[in-house]
Nanobody, 118 residues
Framework: QVQLVESGGGLVQPGGSLRLSCAAS????????MGWYRQPPGKERELVAA???????NYADSVKGRFIISLDNAENTVYLQMNSLKPEDTAVYYC????????????WGQGTQVTVSS
């Protein structure tokens, strides 16, 4: 069994920064890509950013220039540095990973709340 363990959410003022982390619970896996989705209140889940094991990245237009995704391949850990946060960034943020472990599938974290408010 593989679990994704997220941390780093919380309450921040507009213009502030937060750093999310997500680590896979096992080291005997192959991680092809990791990423972050978010689900704002009353809305559908949407892609925020993703990164492959080779370092290729993809960002939602709404976060380009403000968020940075990075990946520690050795630790199977993905980070999301969120800067210049806006109230519209308020959402539950979910980590996801495409992992080979006794087969190949996508895994999801439990979600972490990010609230941007003064």
């Amino acid at each position: 069994q593989v679990q994704l363990v997220e941390s780093g959410g919380g309450l921040v003022q507009p213009g502030g920064s937060l750093r999310l982390s997500c680590a896979a619970s096992r080291s005997d896996i192959i991680t092809y890509s990791m990423g972050w989705y978010r689900q704002p209140p009353g809305k559908e889940r949407e892609l925020v950013a993703a990164i492959t094991s080779g370092g290729a990245t993809n960002y939602a237009d709404s976060v380009k220039g403000r968020f940075i995704i990075s990946l520690d391949n050795a630790e199977n850990t993905v980070y999301l540095q969120m800067n210049s946060l806006k109230p519209e960034d308020t959402a539950v943020y979910y980590c996801t990973a495409a992992i080979r472990f006794r087969g190949f599938r996508d895994y999801w974290g439990q979600g972490t709340q990010v609230t941007v408010s003064s």
